[in-house]
């Protein structure tokens, strides 16, 4: 994780395994946070989000910020969510060749069809809809229309895979969409409301089970 790596660098003491729990609750905080910001500027949540877990990384005072400079920097530079579980290209793969319909919303800066196309996942979908581009941002029920107006389906026919619960489960539903979180450090199990995967390549299976029951149609 660059991350973790990063913070190192600036004086952190946590190992990763640490750091993984230590992001888990942030990532809590976060998602609690956006959903609060509703379709405001979010910017400063981020920074809160990154400012929690440069502190509590054991990074000392006086450095916190310089560390959270060299992340935006490297971010900037080579954006930071860019890693692919192996085993993606196949799972979206898997998903179209069962019948269904794929596409990306994402809460980006600009770049991120460049970044699916780098990595091949263009190839599996239809569409990238990123939030700096069309002017609005998850949770804007706005952001959700226009991917099913582009799909041409009924909402209620659309599903939404998301890892933010305030942003991507609560926005796709205030829009009509059905809604899958993606968990993959287990931090919504106290939630009962939502169905959740720990990661893509269980879409495929979920799939299967959602129709094997009936409840796809």
């Known amino acids: 994780m660059r991350v973790h790596t990063i913070l190192g660098e600036f004086g952190a003491d946590i190992e990763r395994a640490e750091?993984?729990?230590l992001e888990r609750e942030a990532?809590?905080?976060?998602?609690?946070?956006?959903?609060e910001q509703a379709t405001g500027d979010d910017d400063q949540v981020w920074r809160d989000y990154f400012t929690t877990l440069i502190a509590q990384s054991g990074v000392p005072n006086d450095r916190i910020g310089d560390a959270g400079e060299a992340i935006r920097t490297?971010?900037?530079a080579r954006h930071m969510w860019t890693y692919v579980r192996p085993g993606t290209?196949?799972?979206v793969a898997a998903v179209r060749n069962?019948?269904?319909?794929?596409a990306v919303v994402s809460n980006a800066d600009g770049r991120v069809e460049a970044l699916l196309r780098d990595r091949g996942l263009t190839d599996h979908l239809e569409f990238v809809i990123d939030s700096e581009v069309v002017g609005f941002k998850k949770?804007?029920?706005?952001?959700?229309?226009?991917?099913v107006e582009r799909l041409g389906l009924p909402a209620a026919r659309?599903?939404?895979v998301g890892d933010l619960y305030a942003v991507d489960v609560l926005g796709a539903r205030e829009a009509g969409l059905h809604a899958l979180l993606l968990d993959p450090f287990d931090a919504f199990g106290h939630l009962d409301d939502v169905p959740r995967i720990p990661h893509v390549l269980e879409l495929p299976h979920w799939l299967a089970r959602l129709e094997a029951s009936g409840a796809s149609e």
């Open 19 to 21: 750091f993984q729990a």
């Open 74 to 76: 490297s971010h900037e």
């Open 89 to 91: 290209h196949d799972a």
């Open 139 to 147: 949770p804007d029920r706005r952001i959700f229309e226009l991917a």
């Open 27 to 35: 990532r809590l905080v976060l998602s609690r946070r956006m959903g």
């Open 98 to 102: 069962r019948g269904y319909r794929t």
């Open 158 to 160: 659309v599903l939404y």
